[in-house]
Nanobody, 128 residues
Framework: DVQLQASGGGLVQPGGSLRLSCEASGFSLSNYGMSWFREAPGKGREWVSFINKYGGYSLYSDSVNSHFTISRDNAKNVLYLHLNSLKPEDTAVYSC?????????????????????WGQGTQVTVSS
């Protein structure tokens, strides 16, 4: 089956860190740009970060820039999101998604319809 499996969420205190993983199966991750999204209670799904298929180019939303880092290991077929300096407002379900296009500079990456495969989410709760 072609699927994405996210993991690594949990309960963490403000200022703490987590590493989320998104394991791809049934296809080669190296052929696709990938993104992380999050959905907080009562809010819509929000784009968080994008990485191109080679791992050499990444984008971040203004809300997480400088304290989240996206990375990938194509040999292991895994996408990561490193969450640092976590704040209560980072509490959400985080999910990964496969970009449907071959990314070129200037293409939009935030809209949900740019993605053709979604993983189930992993819950991140930031609370003391």
């Amino acid at each position: 089956d072609v699927q994405l499996q996210a993991s690594g969420g949990g309960l963490v205190q403000p200022g703490g860190s987590l590493r989320l993983s998104c394991e791809a199966s049934g296809f080669s991750l190296s052929n696709y740009g990938m993104s992380w999204f999050r959905e907080a209670p009562g809010k819509g799904r929000e784009w968080v970060s994008f990485i191109n298929k080679y791992g050499g180019y990444s984008l971040y939303s203004d809300s997480v820039n400088s304290h989240f880092t996206i990375s990938r290991d194509n040999a292991k077929n895994v996408l990561y999101l490193h969450l640092n300096s976590l704040k209560p407002e980072d509490t959400a379900v985080y999910s990964c998604a496969r970009y449907r296009h071959s990314y070129s500079a200037g293409q939009v990456v935030a809209p949900l319809d740019q993605y053709d495969l979604w993983g189930q989410g992993t819950q991140v709760t930031v609370s003391s």
